[in-house]
């Protein structure tokens, strides 16, 4: 959406910024459009059958996810309230996954008691925490159940040392696990860290092969950068990368993080060094800062702030924008490039 007015009819502009209160605008067309992208992106980057799953922290609103269902394969949730949130959705339980570092035992048991697709454990506390609580609910069965393996800049918070893998692996039960996760991070991706790694994996699996089912996968954040951003990265897609599984994609902000506006009426601009523009939103409304910094081939770039209302005419000027509350917390853009003359509710 590089301009809301264009989305929007003369009423509905008029009626929408009368509003005082802060509010998000998503263009669901735009996540559409990205997803496909995206699934062409993959699908000429790896050789393998690509599933993609949105996790569901990177952005929880309900009109989004609802847009998500139809079009999505699954959703990873970090927590017994995502789960809950998704089935009362309508997502059928074999549709979610659930990892991240830290899961209470009621997240497991919900899970466990749901059937959820698969539950991505980090540690071995959790494998033992895990088998302890699977052992108590016979009657549903068994869920599927991978390792997350950690990468060598995650230090010890963030999954399992490679000799933790194989350390459970070898005292495994025969066709205990699903497959393996690992997660590349948005800084570092790239095609080259992607084939490493899925190559790790799949060796891992070849070794311990009776340690799991059949129809084994891979589950991987692979943490794209923004869709910009790949769009202009040249690669040769003649050569993809080689899987002998297929592969789960679990994406958050590359799928989401263009595709809307946050608004906030002005309420003071102050001068300074950087001028300091304070809205009537932030961290209170937000829940965590709207700041989104990526970089991926190019330099480091910052977005999120855009100035929209009326027609803006005259000379920009950088300013540092924040939330009411105006601590360090609740800036929204160090350096945003806005009209020099911005005032106090300037477009509402």
Known sequence: MSDIRSHLSAKQWKTLFSHEKPFFLYDFGKIRSNLSFIRSYLKGLIDQKCSIYFSTKSNPNNFLLKCLIPIIDGFDTSSEIEMRMMRNLGVEAPRLSLSGPGKPNEAYDFAIGQGVGC????????????????????????????????????????????????????????????????????????????????????????????AFVKDVKLYIGPGLPSLKALKKDIRD????????????????????????????????????????????????????????????????????????????????????????????????????????????????
């Open 119 to 210: 539950i991505h454990l980090d540690s071995i506390s959790e494998y033992e925490a895990f088998r302890s609580l699977q052992g108590k609910r016979p009657d549903q069965g068994g869920v599927g159940v991978t390792l997350r393996l950690q990468l060598d800049s995650d230090e010890t918070k963030l999954g399992l040392s490679l000799e933790e893998v194989r350390s459970v692996l070898k005292m495994a039960a025969r066709r205990q696990f699903y497959g393996l996760h690992t997660y590349l991070g948005r800084e570092s991706f790239s095609g080259e860290a992607l084939s490493i790694h899925i190559d790790l994996l799949s060796r891992l699996i070849s070794e311990f092969r009776d």
């Open 237 to 348: 897609f003649s050569n993809p990368i080689r899987s002998p599984h297929p592969v789960t994609f679990e994406l958050g902000r590359s799928l989401v993080s263009d595709i809307g506006f946050y608004a906030a009426q002005v309420l003071s601009v102050k001068p300074g060094r950087v001028p300091t523009v304070i809205l009537n939103g932030g961290v209170h409304h937000l829940g965590s800062p709207l700041l989104s910094v990526y970089s991926a081939g190019e330099a480091a770039r910052v977005q999120g702030i855009t100035a929209q209302g009326t027609k803006i005419e005259g000379e920009m000027a950088e300013f540092a924008v924040y939330g009411s509350l105006c601590l360090s917390h609740d800036c929204l853009h160090p350096k945003a490039t806005l009209p020099r003359g911005i005032k106090r509710a300037i477009g509402f």
